[in-house]
């Protein structure tokens, strides 16, 4: 049945290219891209300043940090997206097609990181060998990057964006689903703009067990605290706030304070356990920054 | 014999390139002179900031602007902007005047000083609108445009 409805939802989103570049409602789009609708060109960010962050992912960050992100659309659609270092709601690089706009609502092909890449590593001592070298085993994991529709909508100050993949080219698992939902408000108070933005992340159980659930190897380690798991799906649940003020003509403010609550799903499992109880780290993930950044 | 007739040769020149700048340095002190003259007869409209910067382009820009004019002889001036019709101050009989205000727009904003009798504009200022974004607020689908 899920298999069904993937590879349903697949072909709804291949039928809107296609019905897109061969109907008349593609000519209604072409000429919205000329008038105001256009949503050709594009910012590029590079910005420099204080970042703290604690998550279960890795080490507590406390100090400087660079960051990148930018959008580019083409003419024909074509868009790449980045988010790098800081400030990130989407992770890494994405790619595009923007297929149809109208006076509220953009829609995309969107192609995106649904989960990044991991890397585990679990040391092993027998019992009476305290002076042996830990045996570690890995448990790495690809990116996932995964194909789907975006649609962003914009009324005056409040802005909705949801998204839905369902094909995965992580070849190591069958395809699961990722999907997000967001709403975001903004207010201006002089020159100095804040945000409200509030959202949900879902990832599938093909997702979800293919990073969390626990290895073959490590299971034949019988080690009480690394049993096997099975995840379901499960929600990431994020709020920031933020503001931002223009010191020049190209030199942006910034500052940013989020919380996401990381999905039981991921959580529970005994080894996100093992690393969320390290020093650094904690359960969910919390991030603040102090940015200034050049906007070309 | 031929190194004398060349330091001769030397000698001379040095002394009509003297005699050179001598001139061009009489001509630069007429000159400037005339300068300083026709620039105490100017007008003169200083604007602070010449600049309104917004995040987005579209948006309302907010800026606290100081205008200082300076004119020759007193009389009687007022300023006038591009954002309305009356007169945003007038000035009698003086020759100097001073204006702040906080303006609020989305696009250039020309002020005007312009002299009552006889009527006509002595000078005029433009506030530059500028933006970090520099695209209309449809173009900015991009989520991280917050």
């Known amino acids: 049945m899920k298999a069904l409805l993937r590879g349903s939802i697949t072909s709804l989103l291949l039928g809107a290219v296609l019905v897109n570049s061969a109907s008349p409602m593609a000519e209604e789009a072409t000429l919205d891209s000329n008038d105001e609708n256009d949503r050709s060109g594009g910012y590029l960010k590079i910005g420099y300043g204080y970042k703290y962050e604690k998550t279960p992912y890795h080490d507590e960050k406390n100090g400087a940090s660079m960051f990148l992100s930018g959008r580019y659309q083409f003419e024909n659609g074509i868009y790449l997206e980045a988010s790098h270092g800081a400030n990130e709601l989407s992770i890494g690089n994405s790619l595009g097609y923007n297929f149809y706009n109208t006076d509220h609502w953009s829609f995309d092909i969107h192609g995106m990181q649904a989960h990044g890449g991991t890397e585990m590593g679990f040391g092993f001592k027998k019992a009476g060998e305290e002076q042996a070298e830990f045996e570690i085993l890995h448990m790495d994991r690809k990116a996932t990057y995964m194909l789907g529709l975006r649609t962003t909508g914009t009324y005056d100050q409040t802005t909705f964006q949801f998204t839905i993949a369902p094909y995965s080219f992580n070849d190591e698992y069958d395809d699961g689903i990722f999907a997000t939902a967001w709403v975001g408000h903004s207010w201006q108070l002089k020159n100095w703009e804040f945000h409200a933005m509030a959202g949900v992340n879902y990832r599938s159980e093909e997702i979800i067990n293919y990073y969390y659930s626990t290895s073959d190897e490590l299971i034949a380690r019988n080690d009480p605290q690394l049993g096997a798991y099975r995840a379901n799906g499960g929600f990431d649940v994020v709020g920031q706030v933020g503001v931002s003020y223009p010191v020049s003509e190209n030199i942006l403010f910034e500052s940013y304070l989020r919380f996401t609550e990381v999905s039981d799903e991921i959580s529970d499992s005994p080894v996100m356990q093992l690393f969320s109880d390290l020093d650094g780290r904690l359960e969910n993930v919390s991030e603040f920054g102090i940015l200034f950044s050049y906007v070309f | ?146």
Request: glycine content about 4%; hydrophobic content about 40%.
């Open chain 2, 1 to 146: 014999m031929k190194l004398s007739v060349r330091m001769n040769q030397y000698t001379v020149s040095i002394q009509q390139q003297k005699a050179a700048l001598r001139l061009w340095f009489t001509i630069g002190f007429i000159a400037l002179n005339f300068v300083t003259v026709a620039a105490a007869n100017e007008t003169t409209l200083n604007l602070k900031p010449a600049q309104c910067i917004a995040i987005h382009q579209g948006k309302m820009c907010y800026v606290d602007i100081e205008l200082q004019w300076q004119a020759q002889d007193k009389g009687e001036y007022c300023l006038y902007s591009s954002q309305q019709t009356e007169p945003l101050k007038c000035w009698r009989q003086t020759n100097h005047g001073q204006f702040e205000r906080e303006i609020v727009t989305r696009h250039n904003v020309i002020f005007q000083l312009r002299q009552e009798k006889p009527a006509g504009v002595l000078i005029s200022k433009e506030l530059e609108m500028a933006w970090v974004y520099k695209r209309n607020a449809k173009a900015r689908s991009s989520w991280r445009m917050f």
